[in-house]
């Protein structure tokens, strides 16, 4: 017999939570991207295309899944973490570095 209170189904509404920060994380890629991309276009493509799939890892993370299902969308939320995270360090290693710390901390006055 399931329980009658939705706060037993769904403590403090974790899933309704996590889903809200992956759109806050997908939110946050496009900014990001959109900032970059006015500097380095092709990293800021890379992250504008990350902010969508970021989304859409949410949508599946955030829906409730059957016994059976529910390994194979932790397997996919793993991977799309990963790949994000790859994504994000190949365009990292690839941007350009300062010639010496007096470019990176440029000193005003």
């Known amino acids: 017999m399931p329980p009658d209170d939705p706060e037993d189904i769904d403590p403090g509404l974790a899933r309704e939570r996590t889903r809200l920060a992956w759109a ?34 949410g949508q599946v993370a955030g829906r409730k899944a059957g016994p059976g299902r529910q390994s194979r969308r932790l397997a996919i939320v793993t991977a799309s973490v990963i790949v994000t995270a ?13 010639a010496n710390l007096d470019q990176l901390l440029p000193l005003h006055g």
């Open 86 to 98: 790859a994504l994000a360090a190949i365009a990292a290693l690839a941007g350009h570095s300062p």
């Open 24 to 57: 806050r994380t997908a939110i946050a890629f496009a900014a990001v991207g959109a900032a970059v991309l006015r500097k380095d276009p092709a990293d800021g493509l890379i992250i504008l295309v990350a902010a969508p799939l970021t989304y859409a890892i």
